[in-house]
């Protein structure tokens, strides 16, 4: 339509008749969601906030790169009066003042049932999925952190060796001589033939207290 100050739309007069169903949107609903897909929608009993929420995420998911309204309405024979249709996305989430102009589009307008949210309550959005994603993957990155971080501790002590004593031979183990917490980080690696008594006392000392 442009971006000037002074605009004036194309206007096209279409016949209504009950049990039609109609949809008001902007390109950017059509320019991400296949007609298929939007027909497939509307061709459904799931209900006109349904449907409309459902057309918006389903742009959403598509990278939704423009501005995204989606206005649904049934044409009913009623009594009481026409029923309001459903509005969402970006129109419903910020409705700007409107002031009163002679132009083709605001008589258009007045010829029209004006917008109203639904009489309904309407359910709590969904949170983005965005943010739903960070909640998921945050837990499992933190997870996978600790794992790796383990892994690593482990690999560096088992990489240690030392000597110390295993029935009554010298021993060699690897890992660490002193416990980590309630944990005994080593393993045996090898029994040797050296008995412990044929050391010399000051080296049979350092071998016992490992």
Not at 111 to 127: F, I, Q, S, W
Request: hydrophobic fraction near 40%.
């Amino acid at each position: 339509m442009g971006t000037g100050g002074s605009l004036e739309p194309d206007l096209n007069v279409h016949e209504a008749r009950v049990g039609d169903r109609w949809l008001l949107c902007s390109d950017g609903l059509t320019g991400i969601v296949t007609e298929e897909t939007i027909l497939g929608r509307l061709s459904t009993d799931d209900g006109l906030e349904n449907i409309a929420r459902h057309l918006i995420d389903l742009a959403n998911r598509g990278g939704g790169p423009d501005n995204i309204t989606c206005v649904i309405a049934d044409v009913v024979d009623s009594p009481t009066g026409p029923d309001y249709p459903v509005v969402a996305g970006a129109a419903s989430e910020a409705r700007q003042p409107r002031t009163a102009s002679d132009s083709a589009a605001s008589r258009a307008a007045a010829l029209t049932t004006p917008l109203e949210e639904p009489a309904d309550a309407e359910e709590p959005a969904e949170p983005p999925r965005s943010r739903r994603w960070l909640w998921v993957a945050l837990p499992i990155a933190m997870v996978a952190l600790v794992v790796l971080m383990g892994a690593g501790a482990w690999q560096f002590t088992m990489s240690q060796y030392y000597l110390g004593a295993s029935e009554g031979n010298v021993a060699i183990y690897r890992g660490f001589s002193q416990p980590v917490g309630p944990l005994q980080v080593n393993r045996l690696v090898e029994r040797t033939d050296i008995r412990l008594a044929d050391l010399p006392a000051y080296e049979r000392a350092r071998v016992k207290s490992t």
